[in-house]
């Protein structure tokens, strides 16, 4: 998961928790409409956590899930365990059971040449490194959320649905990429593991928030398919800088856990391409309630119990070194619009709402309006001219990273 993981999900209450009845109790608080609702604006926030999904949308998903599409399309990008990487096949072999010396002595050799590599990392690049563990490390909140969806809830935690299936697979290979790359920080003596784990325990404790309906199918899956593919860009990013200043341990791990991310993402793009099939005109609106919430971040509470911006340095390091930039929010957009044909939607007499329309509208030209914001703040920073600003990370044993040149 990284910077942008997990696909949450809400909770269901009363009948008067149904989205129309907060559309309306949002109106007249002044709140605006209820789908663009930011995720700090707390006067509309439990409005959306406590929404019951709509009706048909419950309804479409199910059809997915009991009508043999999720077995089919989804299950398949599984890799089967024993196919699967495991973190011991990427890193050094400690373990204590009984080996010849030569064994030994690899394995030795190993641990120091991982270490030798890791010296080359820049601080900048193993600061990502860390924020993109930690978010892994979050997985217990991703999977809690997760579970309570309308589409993948497991009421026995061993339910044989599909969509349960699916949630249980999904947590099982993203638990391997915090496991792997924490063994891999803790190996490579460059950080404060101490300060390391106090954050993911604060990140656990602390949890986080959907700026969204948390417990709408539709808003899920197109959360979860932005998700993975932020993910997926982060954690390649991360992989290309370490092959570039010489870790190959480290560009050899990032690239695998990319990989899944990549298969991730293949997923949930392809289920949202299946409801828009099913129900054009409400997958548009759910589109365009994510995007105008924004797609915000897993890990945005994280603190090391210092820095209460933690994440924000950690953000802003992200974006100087090309990990994962502004630019990289409006090429997703542009090709998930791309992807699910969106442009396309209501012709050759479908049927879209005049509020469907309208969503369709907005989703095709954000791409242009984030490039034309990105291309205002570029300029804003650039005529300031301003002295480089630096952060210190208590993950790094407090050394300064720049954080805006």
């Known amino acids: ?13 009363p009948a008067q928790g149904n989205p129309s009845w907060c559309r309306s109790r949002a109106a007249t608080r002044g709140g605006g409409r209820w789908a ?10 439990e409005d959306l956590v406590t929404g019951m999904p709509a009706p048909e949308q419950v309804e479409a998903v199910r059809c997915l899930n009991l009508g043999g599409w999720v077995e089919q399309h989804l299950l398949p990008l599984l890799t089967p365990v024993d196919e699967s990487w495991q973190p011991s096949d990427l890193l050094p072999c400690l373990s ?19 270490q030798a590599r890791a010296a080359s990392v820049p601080d900048d690049v193993l600061v990502c490194l860390v924020g993109n563990m930690v978010t892994e490390e979050a997985l217990p909140t991703y999977m809690c959320m997760g579970n309570r969806a309308e589409a993948a809830h497991d009421a026995t935690g061993c339910s044989p649905d599909p969509w349960a299936r699916w949630l249980r697979g999904w947590t099982a290979e993203e638990n391997r990429h915090g496991d792997l790359l924490n063994r891999y920080l803790y190996l490579c003596g460059r950080v404060d593991m101490r300060q390391v784990e106090r954050t993911v325990h604060h990140l656990l404790r602390n949890g986080m928030r959907m700026p969204v309906p948390p417990s709408s199918p539709y808003h899920n899956v197109v959360y979860g398919a932005f998700q993975e ?13 370490a092959a570039r200043h010489g870790d190959r341990c480290l560009a050899r791990i990032c690239g695998a856990v990319a990989a899944d991310e990549r298969r991730h993402e293949t997923a949930y793009a392809r289920a949202v391409g299946k409801l828009f099939e099913v129900d054009p005109d409400g997958m548009a609106r759910a589109l365009a309630d994510v995007l105008r919430a924004k797609v915000t971040m897993p890990g945005q509470f994280m603190t090391d119990g210092r820095d209460a911006d933690l994440f924000a340095r950690f953000s802003a390091v992200a974006q100087r070194a090309g990990v994962y930039t502004a630019r990289d929010y409006g090429d997703m957009v542009e090709h998930f619009v791309r992807r699910w044909k969106v442009p396309e939607l209501g012709g050759a007499g479908g049927q879209m709402s005049g509020e469907g329309r309208r969503a369709q509208e907005y989703v095709c030209g954000l791409p242009r309006k984030i490039r034309r914001m990105e291309e205002l703040a570029h300029d ?20 300064p990273v720049c954080i805006r040149a």
């Open 96 to 114: 204590l059971s009984p080996r010849s010396a030569e064994q030994q002595q690899q394995a030795t050799t190993t641990t120091e040449e991982l």
């Open 229 to 241: 593919r932020a993910t997926f860009v982060s954690h390649s990013r991360v992989a290309r800088h």
């Open 1 to 13: 998961m990284s910077m942008l993981k997990s696909f949450p999900h809400g909770l269901g209450v």
């Open 36 to 45: 663009s609702c930011k995720a700090n604006a707390l006067t509309n926030f």
């Open 380 to 399: 804003r920073v650039t005529k300031a001219a301003k002295e480089p600003e630096f952060a210190r990370f208590s993950w790094i044993f407090d050394r």
